[in-house]
Nanobody, 126 residues
Framework: QVQLVESGGGLVQAGDSLRLSCAASGRTFRTYPVGWFRQAPGKGREFVAGISLISGITSYAVAVKGRFTISRDNAKNTLYLQMNNLKPEETAVYYC???????????????????WGQGTQVTVSS
């Protein structure tokens, strides 16, 4: 079992930055890859970024590459998402997610994750 709690969302203007955090508990954090997803009103949950077990491998959606940075601190059981130059169309609820046990690689489909946080709202005004 994995429990995930996101924080750090808020209301910002276009071009601003935010850093999201996700505190994990339960299964040993360093033993699984984790991902960030987002869901805008009326849309499906989409992959934003993922990171491997020991931060060596990251994966990003094309739309955020170069502006967002995913990182993890295994000592603090915490996942981060640094978001720079935010755009209004990135207004969404942002979720962190963990895959089933024994998963070793970053996956990009929401259906491949078993554990989700409650989400944190990010609103970007124009």
């Amino acid at each position: 079992q994995v429990q995930l709690v996101e924080s750090g969302g808020g209301l910002v203007q276009a071009g601003d930055s935010l850093r999201l955090s996700c505190a994990a508990s339960g299964r040993t954090f360093r033993t699984y890859p984790v991902g960030w997803f987002r869901q805008a009103p009326g849309k499906g949950r989409e992959f934003v970024a993922g990171i491997s077990l020991i931060s060596g491998i990251t994966s990003y959606a094309v739309a955020v590459k170069g502006r967002f940075t995913i990182s993890r601190d295994n000592a603090k059981n915490t996942l981060y998402l640094q978001m720079n130059n935010l755009k209004p169309e990135e207004t969404a609820v942002y979720y962190c997610a963990a895959p089933p046990e024994h998963t070793m690689v970053v996956m990009t489909e929401a259906g491949e994750y078993d554990y989700w946080g409650q989400g944190t709202q990010v609103t970007v005004s124009s």
